[in-house]
DNA sequence: AAGTGGTCTAGACCACCAA
DNA sequence: TGGTGGTCTAGACCACTTA
C-alpha cells in the first residue's frame, strides 16, 4: 500500500492516494476503478470511508460514478465535460451553452515572454508552443484563442498532423496531462486590426478578454490561453454560489 | 411533521424539509437549528441520514457547521459571504478579493420596463425600485452599479434612510429574503457619456458589462443588478470546476 | 463535564446494469 | 444472477466548544 500521511482523516489519506493514483496512470481515463469493497479490502479501510474518497473525486470531477456499472476516470472527451471550461451561451439561455466550430489552427515555436514564464511558472526563455484558432458560432467567427503551453510538456506538440476541437482531450490521452482547475480573469478591451482580420469586427469595438490558466491534477500549470470574444450574440455565463 | 413526498430518498426529503423551514424563517438567519440528535429523534431518521442534509445544506452555503458548536443559518454580514458574490480582484492576485466602497446610492419607484418584467418574472407594468450606486476601489470609481427589485418583494425599500454596502444582508434581516444564487451574464460593451459621468472614462472605452439576477432560496428572482466595471485596474476572476 | 459536530465502522437492503 | 453503486441504520470514538 502507498504510504499514507497518518495525520489526516482515513478518508482524505485514501482521497490522496487515489488522485495519485490516477495522476500516475495507474487507471487510464474512462477505465473503471476497482469497486469499493475491492479498494476498502486493499487499503483496510471500510466501504464508508472508500465511498466518501470517491464522492469527493466526484465532486471534483476526477472521476464519473455509475449506479450498477462502477467509477471510471473522467474524460475530456464525454459531453459533459467537454463544455465543462467552455462558458459561452446566448443571453437568457438557462443552461444551454452553444456548440463552437472550430477554424484550422496555426502552431508556432518560439520562447516564453517575461509574462507567460511568470504566469505558467517556466524559467525564463523556456521554449513554448502558440497555438491559434478562431472559433465560430453559428458560422460567424465570434473567438479568436491563443493558447500557450510549455513545450516540456507537451514534446512535438507542434507536429501533431490534426489538433482537435478541444485542446484538453489531446493533453490528455496522448500527453497523460488531466486539466482539471482552470483560472480565469476576465475584463473588456477595444479591437484593435488583429481583432479586424480574425473576427471580422470594426477597431475600437468592444471585446470580452478572458485569460486563463489551466492547471493539470498534479497542479502543473499546462496552458496559458488568452480568448477574445465578440459578445454581441454571446455572452460569458455563470451561476455563482 | 411536516408533509414529505415520498418517493426520494429519505436525506433528500430532510433536506427540503429543513429548505422550507428556513425559508419559513423558523430558524432566523445566524440562529442555531437544533441538533443532529434533535433533528434526528424529530423527523424519526437517523443521525446520519441528517448529516447528510446538513452537509448538502453547508454546500450550498445555506447553513455554517462549527464542530463543537452546532449548526447557524448562513448570514450575509459574515465576511465569507460578504464577498461571494462579489468576484473583482487584482490581475494576478490568488482569491484575494478587493475591498469596494460605496457611494450613496439613489432611489427611485417607477414601472418595470418589458425586459425587466421578463427578466424577473413579473407581470408587465410592475412596480419596482431602481437604486443605483458607484462603488469606488482605492478610492477610483471603478464600477457603477443598477439594481432593480420588485416592490412587491420589498415594500417601502425605497423610503429606508440609510441603503447598507450590500443589498443582500438588507434584504436577508428586514424583508426576510435570502439571496442564494445568482447567474450572471458577462459581455463587453462601450462607456457612454452616463459612464464618463459615474466613473470619469473617455466614452469609447471598454467596459465589462455584468448582468445579474439574484435567486432568493424560495427560487423567486429578487434583484436585476446591471454592473459596469472599468476593468484598467481590476479584472473579474473565477475558478472553473 | 456535557453537548456538539466529525470520523469510522459494520451490516442491511435497494436500484440498476450486464452477462 | 451476481456485482456495482446508493441509501439507511446504529453505535462507537474523537475533537472541539462552552460553562
Known sequence: MDPIPDFQPLYKQVYHVLVRRIAEGQWRPA??????HALAAELRVSQGTVRKALDALAA?????????????VAEHTQEHSLFRFFRLARPGAEGEHVIPESTEAS???RAATAAESTKLHLSRGATVVEIKRVRLIDGVPTVSEKSVVPLQLFPEIDHQDALPNTLYSLYQSVYGVNIVLAKEELSAVLATKADEKDLGIKPGSPLLRIERIAMSINGERAELRTSRCDTRNIVYAI???
Open 31 to 36: 477505465e473503471a476503478l476497482p469497486s469499493e
Open 107 to 109: 502552431c508556432k515555436r
Open 239 to 241: 451561476d455563482v454560489s
Open 60 to 72: 471534483e470531477n476526477l472521476v464519473v460514478r455509475y449506479q450498477g456499472k462502477g467509477t471510471y
